[in-house]
């Protein structure tokens, strides 16, 4: 069973850019689609990317976060990135991995069933 763990949160002045990355532990990413979330407001976590498994991965963005946070996989490395670019104070909250032993990604958080540990980011104005 893969475990993962999402790191590289912090606090960063509004316009700046962070990398969030999760990690495998425990296993491999081969064969599995991770996801990245983040707590939403009054919501349970909201979908903002994910990227499919294998050579063809896929991505996805949600709509709130295109343009602006760019998901991107090092497999040799069992990491999976998040580039977090033009950060705004909106953007403060936890961010998680998750990931699912399927080749295709969704933004859903129902679609996985593993889950790392949140990472803050905290983006001051």
């Known amino acids: 069973e893969v475990q993962l763990q999402a790191f590289g949160g912090g606090l960063v002045q509004a316009g700046g850019s962070l990398r969030l990355s999760c990690a495998a532990s425990?296993?491999?990413?081969?064969?599995?689609?991770i996801g990245w979330f983040r707590e939403a407001p009054g919501k349970t976590h909201e979908g903002i990317s994910c990227?499919?498994?294998?050579?063809?991965?896929?991505?996805y963005y949600a709509e709130s976060v295109k343009g602006q946070f760019t998901i991107s996989s090092d497999y040799a490395k069992n990491t999976v990135y998040l580039q977090m670019n033009s950060l705004k104070p909106e953007d403060t909250t936890d961010y998680y991995c998750?990931?699912?032993?399927?080749?295709?990604?969704?933004?859903?958080?129902?679609?996985?069933?593993?889950w790392g540990q949140g990472t803050q980011v905290t983006v001051s104005s």
């Open positions: 998750a990931a699912v032993l399927f080749p295709q990604c969704h933004l859903g958080r129902s679609w996985y069933d593993y």
């Open positions: 425990g296993g491999t990413f081969d064969g599995y689609a």
């Open positions: 990227i499919g498994s294998g050579g063809d991965a896929t991505t």
